[in-house]
């Protein structure tokens, strides 16, 4: 991890054009702070469904070489997740899985983790962050504990053209960065 450019990978856990969770990472892009850079991981809908026969037999298939370097080199993940029936989406988790495997070889092993999410929903994907946080216990990622960045009713918080519009979001995103920063950094020194 260089001093001066800090790359953190968003993955937003949605395939849908104009995915409010995807335009949240597009905020995040342009609030990181100086010498912080938030790349776009964009090819969930790449990631075939998890066969460990598949695993096994063939190794990791092209997309998932590509996530699982791209998260290797990253020097923290920022996950954007919908919340679907009170859990994450079944292509997040799908994903998270292949990138789990083998455990010991895992780019999510040690990795420091932010969530964020929005909802069209009241409680702002408070559910699915918890569910999230649960599964990186098991993927022994290092996920940051506040602030946290709930988004609920995201139709009235992104204008036409997908802007986080609501200030007190967008402060609360820019804060979530610079914490993310300073814990990946925390973790990096020992
Ligand atoms: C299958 C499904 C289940 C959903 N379940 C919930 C839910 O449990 N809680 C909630 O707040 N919104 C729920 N929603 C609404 C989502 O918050 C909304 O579709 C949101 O726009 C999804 O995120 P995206 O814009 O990034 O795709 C659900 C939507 C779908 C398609």
């Known amino acids: 991890m260089s001093d001066t450019l800090f790359t953190i990978l968003g993955i937003a856990g949605s395939l849908r054009r104009e995915s409010y969770n995807r335009a ?3 905020a995040a892009r342009r609030l990181a702070p100086p ?40 020097d923290a993940l920022l996950i954007a997740t919908p919340e679907y029936n009170y859990g994450i989406p079944g292509v997040l988790k799908n994903a998270i899985d292949w990138a789990s495997r083998p455990p010991d070889t895992s780019p999510l092993r040690h990795k ?16 699915a962050q918890l569910q999230l946080r649960q599964v990186f216990v098991f993927t022994e990622s290092y996920v940051l504990g506040k602030p946290e960045v709930l988004v609920p ?12 519009t609501d ?20 973790l990096r020194a020992g």
């Open 24 to 26: 949240l990472l597009g």
């Open 112 to 127: 420091p983790v932010a969530i964020i999410g929005a909802s069209t929903g009241l409680f702002g994907t408070v559910r």
């Open 35 to 74: 010498g912080v850079s938030v790349e776009l991981y964009e090819r969930l809908g790449e990631i075939p469904l998890y066969d460990e026969d598949l695993r096994v037999a063939q190794g990791d298939p092209e997309p998932v070489r590509d996530l699982k370097a791209r998260i290797a080199m990253a």
């Open 167 to 186: 200030t007190a979001t967008r402060d609360q995103l820019a804060k979530q960065l610079a914490a993310l920063v300073e814990w990946a950094r925390r």
């Open 153 to 164: 009713r995201a139709g009235d918080k992104f204008d036409s053209a997908g802007e986080l």
